[in-house]
């Protein structure tokens, strides 16, 4: 028989050991590497029961629109750019210190791209300027009037 860590011959008894999980038969040299078997055993799971929340029926239908309270301003190009350039900040300077690339800050000063939220929020926060507007609820009743569009609930990115 030959030892399944270093691969020599066992002379005499072999002892089995537990080594990271696994069950081997080993020498006598290559057994303080591992714990005997019998005394092994496995770390157990435990299962915690899980609380399930119970749904209410009915409420009513939802109204998508709740969620959009916010909308970004139709002018974020020249609100961005005018903060920046009241710093004394150049796109690059501005770019390292809200860690995103130069290039996109270009892009959406040229309004080729609009900031995701996270972006935006960033923006907001280093430059000290709003980027967003509360939606009017005559806005609201408005774009239900029309009906809901696909448009609506989508965001549009362009290459």
């Known amino acids: ?39 092994w055993t496995p770390v157990s799971k435990k299962l915690f029961p899980v609380e399930r929340s119970v749904r209410t029926v009915g409420g009513g239908r939802r109204n998508i629109f709740d969620k959009l309270r916010e909308e970004i301003v139709p002018d974020f190009d020249a609100v961005i750019k005018d903060a920046r350039e009241r710093r004394s900040l150049t796109v690059e300077e501005l770019a390292s210190r809200i860690k995103e690339k130069a290039a996109l800050l270009r892009k959406i000063e040229r309004r080729e791209i609009t900031p995701e939220d996270e972006l935006r929020r960033k923006l907001e926060k280093e430059l000290e300027i709003k980027l967003t507007e509360r939606v009017g609820s005559e806005q609201k009743a408005h774009a239900l009037q029309k009906g809901i569009t696909l448009g609506d609930i989508a965001n549009i990115r362009r290459k």
């Open 1 to 39: 028989m030959q030892c399944e860590i270093c691969g020599s011959d066992i002379r005499g008894k072999s002892h089995t050991v537990n080594v990271e999980g696994s069950v081997l038969e080993v020498c006598d040299r290559c057994a303080r590497y591992g714990k005997p078997a019998d005394k």
